[in-house]
């Protein structure tokens, strides 16, 4: 079974505090990705790495930064939380070169007061 | 501008009778479709996919169905259970390197016992 963890199900920050989220798998992927998902926008890419120290901007990446010092850890960083990054985070998985499906973890629930 | 486009934010159906999920896209770079399932408070699950080369992918009670002169995609239920409730996103790729998919907004389907 494809496994990938996030470090936290639920965070409550506070507004300028630095937040980071991990992810986690154990199957060897070279593909990571971290989303955020909120109501009627679906599912949006903020960050993807393809090998470990390699990082690429999605489609929504202000705000964010990401860190991926070992092939099976990718973080999320926000340097100073807003409110209107509370949100649904995801992060996924998925093998390199192919059109495969992705495999996402549990999620993590952020809110920024 | 949103490149995959689920119109139907909600459907309800009753239990037994058929679903029928909806998605329309815009990039004819697009080949690879999938179809994912998410609960509240957990990642989104893979459900089933299809290549452009097929018009037509079943797995068990669910079936996808392309057609790429439309450039819209739909996912049937048969017959529905109220298990299936969940939020479904439909998801493209193929205009770029790797295992980037791009998401629909998102349709909530209810099923009623």
């Known amino acids: 079974d494809v496994k990938v963890t996030q470090s936290s199900r639920y965070l409550v920050k506070r507004t300028g505090e630095k937040v980071f989220l991990e992810c986690v798998q154990d199957m060897d992927h070279e593909n990571m990705f971290w989303y955020r998902q909120d109501p009627g926008l679906g599912l949006r890419l903020i960050y993807f790495?393809?090998?470990?120290?390699?990082?690429e901007k999605g489609d929504i990446p202000e705000g964010y930064s990401v860190s991926r010092e070992k092939k099976e850890r990718f973080s999320l960083i926000l340097e100073s939380a807003s409110t209107n990054q509370t949100s649904m985070y995801l992060c996924?998985?998925?093998?390199?070169?192919?059109?495969?499906?992705?495999?996402f973890g549990p999620g993590t629930r952020l809110t920024v007061l | 501008d949103q490149q995959v486009k689920q119109n139907s934010p909600s459907l309800s159906v009753q239990e037994g009778r058929i679903s029928i999920l909806n998605c329309d896209y815009t990039n004819s770079m697009f080949d690879y479709f999938l179809w994912y399932k998410k609960y509240p408070a957990e990642g989104p699950t893979f459900l089933i996919s299809?290549?452009?080369?097929?018009d037509k992918n079943e797995d068990g009670r669910f079936t996808v169905f392309l057609n790429k002169s439309a450039k819209h995609l739909s996912l049937h239920i048969v017959p529905s259970q109220p298990g299936d409730s969940a939020v479904y996103f439909c998801?493209?790729?193929?205009?770029?390197?790797?295992?980037?998919?791009?998401f629909g907004g998102g349709t909530r389907l209810m099923v009623k016992p």
């Open positions: 998801a493209a790729s193929g205009d770029n390197a790797g295992n980037m998919l791009t």
């Open positions: 790495s393809y090998d470990v120290k390699m990082k």
């Open positions: 996924a998985i998925g093998r390199a070169g192919s059109t495969d499906t992705q495999y």
């Open positions: 299809i290549s452009s080369i097929k």
